[in-house]
């Protein structure tokens, strides 16, 4: 009977270290789970966006009203701009009409039209046009001055020290892009281009912006299989040749 007894409590002890254990194994691995889970909210977290961006598109374009316009933020204002292009690259392109002729011709009109209605209203009783006072304001004009000037500064520089011979990828980068360049300006003349670009800019980013998620993964492979290629260019080409002269190099 004692035996009986003690055998019980022994396999009572048993049963309770064992759900002890039981219940540590548990809780060690809900909370290495956890720290899995943690782990590809930070890989999440540092996800691969098109050409290096951590800010939203808007912000890439700039923000503002241009960016609105870019991304079809207010469908009217778009859809007029590109409508505009459209017109203005049909009649210039395809119908070949030239700028000094348009204006003038749209010049006309409207001074035949006013100057006939400001003198025919006692006639047609009708009130006479009010002609408003146009003037170019100076602050807009100022900006936009100071804006392309930075811009023409900053590719001065550029040119500059791709010109010193520092940097050899970002030579033949430029080089290539300028080639590309040359290229399409033998396919069309540069208001073709500017409409090209024009509808681009109405079309990519937006589509982009939808499409994020599909796109960031297959460009992280394009430009990783980029940058293998060039990898095997560097190694047998590009570091065999000759660098120019180091920028902290003094002059004895």
Known sequence: MADHEETKGESLVDEISEKIRVGGSSSSSSSSSDSGDDKPAETQ????????????????????????????????????????????WVLFELAEYHLLTLVSHCVILALAVLFLWSNAHAFIHKTPPRIPDVSIPEEP??????????????????????????????????IA????????????????????VFVLLHTVPVLYEKQADRVDPLAERAMGELKKQY???????????????????KVA
């Open 177 to 196: 892009g300028l080639w590309l360049l040359s290229i399409v300006g033998n396919w069309c003349n540069f208001l073709t281009l500017f409409y090209i």
């Open 45 to 88: 977290a540092k996800a691969y966006r098109l050409f290096g961006r951590e800010r939203p598109v808007h912000e890439v374009l700039g923000g503002g009203k241009p960016a609105d316009v870019f991304l079809w933020r207010n469908k009217k204002v778009s859809a007029g701009a590109l409508g505009v292009a459209t017109v203005i």
């Open 231 to 249: 990898a095997v260019v560097d190694a047998k080409v590009l570091s065999k040749i000759p660098r120019g002269p180091l920028k902290d190099k």
């Open 141 to 174: 004009v100022l900006q936009f001055a100071s804006a392309v000037r930075l811009e023409m500064n900053r590719a001065f520089a550029v040119l500059r020290d791709i010109a010193s011979g520092r940097d050899l990828k970002k030579f033949l980068l430029v």
